[in-house]
């Protein structure tokens, strides 16, 4: 069975961290490019950042640096390492899959409509 499953969201205050995680099954991440992406209230879902079967990884125009995404091959646990979280931050996170090869859709890794396997998403509230 294909399934993501996020966690680690939860309230933290300006300046704070969180990691969040995606247990992923049946995406074995040897054949899938993983991502994550940030859904604010009333916007579009917005890549963060991706990483490749060979571990390359993409990074979106809003992490400035402050997010790093990384996967434990063995576990097939996805992780998004958030630091000095600002209020804008706040939203739904969501664990992204496409199964390689895939033909991109500019900018690269980075777009929605690339991905066809999702979570349900967790939710991150940064209070300043």
């Known amino acids: 069975q294909v399934q993501l499953e996020e966690s680690g969201g939860g309230s933290v205050q300006t300046g704070g961290s969180l990691r969040l995680s995606c247990r992923a099954s049946g995406v074995p991440f040897s054949q899938h490019c993983m991502a994550w992406f940030r859904q604010r209230p009333g916007e579009e879902r917005q890549a963060l950042a991706a990483i490749d079967t060979d571990g390359s990884i993409s990074d979106g125009d809003s992490t400035a640096g402050r997010f790093d995404i990384s996967r434990d091959k063995v576990k097939n646990i996805l992780f998004l390492q958030m630091r000095n979280l600002r209020p804008e931050d706040t939203g739904m996170y969501y664990c992204?899959?496409?199964?390689?090869?895939?033909?991109?859709?500019?900018?690269?890794?980075?777009?929605?409509?690339?991905?066809?396997?999702w979570g349900r998403g967790t939710q991150v509230t940064v209070s300043s």
């Open positions: 992204a899959a496409v199964r390689m090869p895939h033909t991109w859709r500019p900018p690269g890794r980075l777009h929605v409509s690339d991905y066809n396997i």
